[in-house]
């Protein structure tokens, strides 16, 4: 698999950025952001906020797997699906 990494511009807490993740990533990030109705800026100032020991766009992909998976065994779901993927063991904590 040969996995094409794209560059983007992103504001996180209202700095201008840039995150280089897989395109598949991205799009699954859009994706989770269209699902949630927030925009790419307010997940990744989200995802920011919670990130510690990992670099940006290890949270990034950290934040959007514990998304699916979450998503594919709900258990009990509580409270918002973005903070409950933001907390998830395994996460953004190094």
Known sequence: MNA??????V???EKRTTIRLESAVWEALDELC???RVSRHELCT???AKRSGVNRAQAVRATVVN???LALNPGPATGDAIERALTAPDGLAA
Do not use: A, H, S
């Open 67 to 69: 998304y699916y998976r």
């Open 34 to 36: 269209m699902r949630e």
């Open 46 to 48: 989200r995802i920011e």
């Open 4 to 9: 094409r990494m794209l560059t983007r511009n």
């Open 11 to 13: 504001i996180i807490q």
